[in-house]
């Protein structure tokens, strides 16, 4: 069996890695009982709204700020009631730090719910199919579609952020339950972060790099904005130990996708939240910041 079999055996049984590995420290740091997080609470700000749309994500660049438009279409339209759109490409805008828009890259992933930049590229992670990451250059040229790894070949299952740090593409992999680095080059996955594991932080949203370490939305399952509970988590990036979890104050805005811009945190309210009706957030569609009080 090789290292690629043995990984992806191993996720398949939950994770029962031989104990004493590095593989098995990083599952074993993550999982509640061996938590010892420090515990805080911020506050969100809003900054300004994205470009007409629904956008599930965004990355920071020194250009500024990227932001991934998220269309649904056919099934996903008809269930929240939505008109099924006139083109199935979807955008990523580049605006300053005051929203103005400075470039647009279209590309066709679908159901955007996380994006990347790094490597002269967008990567637009897909959560409908044909699932998978997009990689596109800057002249809206698709350069590769691929699954995400240690699934089947066709379908790796949805994904709801990534990032790019020191050449290495990071996402967070629903089917994988874990925020997976990937090797953009020969795509071979490298080192994997399980979910942050609490009874009321069961979904899983952006993520972003903070010097060596990542930091995750997550949220608990509701029916409307006033019953929603957000929260950060940030993991120790060599090791997957949770480091800290952060509530948000009531009444803040929605998080959805996650970047962090000369130590500060900004995130995305999309609109679209699974289970409400669309729109409940009274912030969606706005770029904002998040502070620790």
Not at 3 to 11: D, G, M, P, W
Not at 61 to 89: F, R
Not at 140 to 156: C, E
Not at 243 to 260: I, Q, R
Request: charged share 20%; glycine share 10%; proline share 7%.
């Amino acid at each position: 069996m090789n290292k690629r079999e043995f990984l992806a055996a191993s996720i398949g049984a939950g994770l029962t890695l031989p104990k004493g590995s590095a593989a098995f420290a990083q599952v074993s740091a993550a999982l509640p009982g061996n938590r010892r997080a420090e515990k805080r609470m911020a506050k969100t700000t809003k900054l300004f709204k994205s470009p007409q749309g629904f956008p599930n994500a965004i990355a920071a660049t020194p250009e500024g700020l990227w932001i991934g438009e998220q269309k649904l279409s056919g099934a996903q339209a008809a269930s929240y009631h939505l008109p099924e759109p006139k083109s199935l490409t979807e955008a990523a805008w580049l605006v300053d730090w005051t929203g103005k828009l400075l470039k647009t890259v279209t590309t066709p992933s679908r159901n955007t719910s996380g994006m990347a930049v790094g490597g002269g590229f967008v990567w637009m992670v897909a959560n409908a199919d044909p699932e998978g990451v997009f990689q596109v250059d800057m002249n809206s040229k698709l350069v590769s579609h691929r699954q995400i790894p240690l699934g089947p070949a066709n379908d790796g299952g949805g994904c709801h952020g990534a990032l790019w740090h020191d050449g290495k593409l990071w996402i967070a992999a629903l089917r994988l339950r874990g925020n997976l680095r990937v090797d953009p080059k020969t795509w071979e996955p490298e080192f994997m972060i399980p979910f942050y594991q609490a009874p009321d932080r069961v979904r899983y949203h952006g993520i972003a790099w903070d010097n060596g370490s990542i930091w995750q939305v997550v949220g608990n399952d509701c029916k409307r904005y006033s019953e929603y509970r957000p929260a950060l988590v940030r993991y120790d990036a060599a090791t997957g130990k949770v480091l800290e979890t952060v509530d948000f104050l009531p009444n803040s805005c929605d998080p959805h996708g996650l970047a962090m811009h000369d130590g500060k945190l900004f995130a995305c309210d999309a609109g679209i939240h699974p289970g409400w009706p669309n729109n409940d957030s009274p912030t969606a569609g706005w770029i904002f910041q998040i502070d620790f009080v």
